[in-house]
């Protein structure tokens, strides 16, 4: 079964950059997807960025797009995330998704589009 670790959390001041990881046990297919969504105190979850494991199509919020970027590692079956320019309306816990994608060339962005999650990592940014 395939689990998922995430890892590099934080805090960080506005402006700032963090990089998460998200260690896949097991060998992703090649329909597989990886994806984070965060969720805030009082918030829904709401989806960040995916990507498909095979040709690296991605997908991000538009809230994100241009500051962050979701990347894959194949050789150690590990997705990113890179976080930059961070603001204080980031702060969330980040959770690394993970499932076969139903269209590879243009990866879910809903929660129910993955099956499998990681246990969250809390990013805080302060103004």
């Known amino acids: 079964q395939v689990q998922l670790v995430e890892s590099g959390g934080g805090s960080v001041q506005a402006g700032g950059s963090l990089r998460l990881s998200c260690v896949v046990s097991g060998r992703p297919t090649s329909s597989y997807g990886m994806a984070w969504f965060r969720q805030a105190p009082g918030k829904e979850r709401e989806f960040v960025a995916a990507?498909?494991?095979?040709?690296?199509?991605?997908r991000y919020a538009d809230t994100v797009k241009g500051r962050f970027t979701i990347s894959r590692e194949s050789a150690k079956n590990t997705a990113y995330l890179q976080m930059s320019s961070l603001k204080p309306e980031d702060t969330a816990v980040y959770y690394c998704?993970?499932?076969?994608?139903?269209?590879?060339?243009?990866?879910?962005?809903?929660?129910?589009?993955?099956?499998?999650w990681g246990q969250g990592t809390q990013v805080t940014v302060s103004s």
């Open positions: 998704a993970g499932g076969i994608l139903m269209t590879p060339l243009s990866p879910a962005t809903a929660s129910h589009g993955y099956n499998v």
């Open positions: 990507i498909a494991w095979s040709g690296g199509a991605t």
